[in-house]
T-cell receptor, first 116, second 114 residues
């Protein structure tokens, strides 16, 4: 069965420090991968998605970047954190398809980031 | 995407069936109904989805009315671990970005009592 691992679970970082959050998926090949940020009101904001190694699409301009160095590895990074980067970050994957895709997203357990 | 309406909260006795309703009266013909749940401080967990027919998996059953304007998620034997916020989402099966923009509303806080 497929599993998704995301770490760390919680992180407290000072303003201006770098960030690296890692996500790995097991049990599937060539998954579509996603980074979301969840706001306090439970809305999910899509930050980045990737349909293959080295391919990254950014949804919103921001202080963050993403990379996919391996098929099942997705990394969220920042060179210098801002206070506004605090939040709950979620990694997700789903089965790829050509054209219409109704396969569901599967989420990791998230990282609670607090920038102080 | 069609808007959904769910009750704010529900209670259920442990071992009994939990029936969570969702109204999506503006749903269009190519929109799927998805259910997720989220336990506090964890990521959303996919439960089930369907288009027209009723669906069942190891977690739950999804009953969609014939006019598709509402649906019910059924947890047949609720346990204390089923206590969570349950989200009903209507989503078109399209390409990558639009199909991935999940909008979670307030959902239903289900509390399973011993």
């Amino acid at each position: 069965s497929q599993t998704i691992h995301q770490w760390p679970a919680t992180l407290v970082q000072p303003v201006g420090s770098p960030l690296s959050l890692e996500c790995t998926v097991e049990g599937t090949s060539n998954p579509n991968l996603y980074w979301y940020r969840q706001a306090a009101g439970r809305g999910l904001q899509l930050l980045f998605y990737s349909v293959g190694i080295g391919q990254i699409s950014s949804e919103v301009p921001q202080n963050l970047s993403a990379s996919r160095p391996q098929d099942r590895q997705f990394i969220l990074s920042s060179k210098k954190l801002l206070l506004s980067d605090s939040g709950f970050y979620l990694c997700a994957w789903r089965t790829p398809s050509i054209g219409r895709n109704n396969s569901p997203l599967h989420f990791g357990n998230g990282t609670r980031l607090t920038v102080t | 995407d069609a808007k959904t309406t769910q009750p704010t909260s529900m209670d259920c006795a442990e071992g009994r069936a939990a029936n969570l309703p969702c109204n999506h009266s503006t749903i269009s013909g190519n929109e799927y109904v998805y259910w997720y749940r989220q336990i506090h401080s964890q990521g959303p967990q996919y439960i089930i989805h369907g288009l027209k027919n009723n669906e069942t998996n190891e977690m739950a059953s999804l009953i969609i009315t014939e006019d598709r304007k509402s649906s019910t998620l059924i947890l047949p034997h609720a346990t204390l671990r089923d206590t969570a916020v349950y989200y009903c989402i209507v989503r078109v099966a399209t390409g990558e970005t639009s199909g991935s923009r999940l909008t979670f509303g307030e959902g239903t806080q289900l509390t399973v009592n011993p």
